[in-house]
């Protein structure tokens, strides 16, 4: 299927969060997800499935003021 | 003592941890500021999350409370969304929300700013919202569900020290039980005297302490600033009159003529 991750398009055989999350070598407890525009709970990740053209933002911790 | 939703603080100084020359001098200034909130983002994460983790570890072994932020979000839905997310990442309740309306000024949009607070702080967030130094605004992000308020003095990174004194001033009249921090414009350690000698809670800062040529000294020099600028107010300051007032006594004074 077709997602587009951080504005990214790729194409991957992932079919819920975590699998995709998996697949792009995603690792750590400090990552946040959404998919298209709704927050995804660290704990709803792996039931949470996929659909193709899926928009996934994968943010992190960084420097701010 | 600081009270900002019931977390108790030594220091009134808040510190941002953009721009400095490196993570050690980062970790350097908060040291030397006694800083005990710092203010970071969330960004996308392109190395797998092996970028965020290594900024997230240097906080945490900072051991300070972290404000996480909504910088660059440019509308209600992005920063709310924003927060939520922050709030996974971070553990926290607490989210500095901005909301901008401006490319040039960074000014707020105030009026996505109410709407922003309010939602959040119906979902149990603490706001913390960067706004401008209106005090209508300030009235509905009351309203709204803040128990903080963070005023600019002046727009992000100018350094340009307060604005409009009487401004401030006001809010601070109108507001005396809630706490008000100065966010943004500060330049130098005396622009944050002034603003904590107008009884000012705290003051948070980054670029005047990341782009000083030693950020740690700099750090350090806000620190005491911002302490004398808060024993300045406790003390109970003098007005300025416009005629002179002998300070030695003229009773017993020797006639020689």
Known sequence: MTYIVNGETLESSAKTLSELLLALE??????????????????????????????IEILSPMKGG | MLTLYGQELGSR?????????????????????????????????????????????????LGVRVLPNTAGCHSVSEAVLTAKMAREVFGTNWIKLEVIGNHNTLQPDVFGLVEAARI?????????????????????LVEAGCKVLMPWCAPIGSAMGPQNIAALRTMRAHFPDVPLIVDAGIGRPSHATIVMELGYDAVLLNTAVAGAGNPALMAAAFAKAIDAGRAA????????RDMAVPSTPVIGKAVFS
């Open chain 1, 26 to 55: 995603y690792e750590g407890d400090w990552l946040a997800t959404a998919v298209n525009g709704e927050l995804v709970h660290r704990t709803d990740r792996a039931s949470h499935r996929l659909n193709d053209c899926d928009r």
């Open chain 2, 13 to 61: 100084m808040l510190l941002g941890t953009a721009r400095y020359p490196s993570p050690a001098i980062l970790a350097d200034a908060v040291r030397q500021a006694g800083t005990e909130v710092v203010t970071v983002s969330l960004r996308r994460e392109t190395a797998g999350g092996r970028s965020g983790g290594a900024f997230f570890e240097l906080i945490r072994e």
């Open chain 2, 120 to 140: 959040l702080a119906g979902e149990g967030f603490e706001v913390f919202p960067y706004t401008t130094d209106d005090l209508v605004v300030a009235e509905r």
């Open chain 2, 233 to 240: 107010f406790e003390a109970g300051m003098l007005e300025p």
